[in-house]
């Protein structure tokens, strides 16, 4: 089917939404049994499944743009590499418990003012999609940032680990506060967030949080990795795809 | 071991008037306690309403006292309002 740019602009932003929220949440559940304690487990599992929700209703809505008979598990489970849209830090292994919680800190200071600008867009159904995760992102910035202010001021172990995490994941934040042209567009169109409010609000919520975890805000990273939106990821979603889709892939015909 | 203390969490639903005893979480601190119970209690739309309590503060009966402090009680059918007809007016007794 033949789209005209805005439509084809909305099915990449919806593939961003829907992806990075697929991604964090399947890389949540690779935490499923191997969490430090009982409570922590059903709190990233909680979250994980929360996000998986929250993506089939962004791919539920792409695939009906997409039309034929695609779904949104056809996407989900029948894409390539090449074809994900999800932003590079989500796709990034957990690494220790201070990665992982700084990850998801990260992820969510982007994703709440997102959503939240996202409650206003000239598309309803998108505006729709963004009321109901909205409240649910709140409480994952809340829980994350918690942690990141935990484990900053914990004992020196932990700090250095949260230092560690942080070196090794900044350079993928820029992604997160740089829009491209597209993402331009659907703001001048109405659809999309500003792309300034996002940049501020993230910038603010990291700078708050570092002060109160006693972690230092490294320079902007100026030169980081964005090419999620052109599909050239990092090594790493391969390897997850390549697990997460084993099984609808061997078995096209398997239903719950 | 991890340093954690355990919390005795408290529900309060939806149409309830008090909060109830539902079980325990372990945590670093109270504001985290409540975090954690809110993942593991509330989870199936149980509550509107958390308390969490440090479980060393609640100070207990001693089991040993039951039958000198309970089972007195059991044979006193006098002291219930079962020989009363409420009144329509009167809610929760």
Same mark, same amino acid.
């Given at each position: ?99 992982? +919680? ?8 982007? /994703? !709440?003012?997102? @959503?939240? &600008?996202?409650?206003? $867009?000239?598309? #309803? ?11 649910e ?39 997160l506060?740089t ?13 999309g967030?500003d ?11 990291v ?18 990795? +964005?090419?999620a ?6 090594e /790493? !979603?391969?390897? @997850?795809? &390549?697990?997460m889709? $084993?099984?609808? #892939? ?7 | ?20 005893h539902?079980?325990s ?15 593991l ?9 958390l ?10 009966s ?14 006193k ?10 009144p329509?007016g009167?809610?929760?007794?």
């Amino acid at each position: 089917m033949m789209h005209s740019q805005s439509t084809q602009d909305v099915f990449e932003y919806l593939l961003r939404l829907g992806d990075s929220a697929l991604i964090q949440g399947q890389r949540l559940c690779q935490w499923c049994g191997r969490a430090p304690f009982l409570e922590e487990e059903l709190a990233l599992m909680n979250v994980g499944l929360d996000l998986v929700g929250q993506a089939r209703h962004w791919l539920e809505y792409a695939a009906e743009i997409q039309g034929h008979d695609c779904t949104a598990d056809r996407l989900a489970f029948h894409r390539d590499e090449r074809a994900y849209r999800n932003l590079l830090l989500v796709e990034q292994p957990n690494g220790d418990y201070a990665l992982t +919680m700084l990850k998801q800190f990260f992820y969510d200071a982007w /994703h !709440l003012p997102v @959503l939240q &600008a996202l409650c206003c $867009s000239s598309d #309803r159904r998108m505006g729709a999609i963004a009321a109901k995760a909205v409240k649910e992102v709140t409480y994952h910035l809340q829980r994350s940032s918690n942690w990141v202010e935990r484990l900053g001021n914990g004992t020196s172990e932990s700090h250095q680990r949260m230092v560690g995490a942080n070196n090794r994941l900044w350079r993928f934040t820029a992604e997160l506060v740089t829009p491209d042209k597209s993402e331009q567009m659907l703001w001048a169109e109405g659809v999309g967030p500003d792309p300034d409010t996002i940049r501020v609000a993230w910038e603010r919520e990291v700078v708050s949080t570092f002060d109160r975890a006693t972690l230092p805000v490294l320079p902007s990273p100026h030169m980081g990795y +964005m090419s999620a939106r052109r599909g050239l990821h990092t090594e /790493h !979603l391969g390897l @997850l795809l &390549a697990e997460m889709q $084993s099984l609808p #892939r061997a078995y096209p015909d398997a239903v719950w | 071991m991890l340093p954690l203390t355990l919390f005795e969490v408290f529900v309060r639903s939806k149409h309830g008037l008090s909060h109830k005893h539902v079980g325990s979480v372990q945590a670093a601190n109270a504001a985290m306690a409540l975090e954690n119970a809110r993942e593991l209690y509330t989870r199936r739309n149980e509550g509107i309403s958390l308390w969490v309590v440090e479980a060393s503060a609640i100070s207990a009966s001693n089991p040993e006292h039951k039958e000198s402090w309970f089972e007195p009680a059991e044979d006193k059918t006098f002291r219930h309002a079962s020989f009363y007809k409420l009144p329509d007016g009167v809610g929760h007794m």
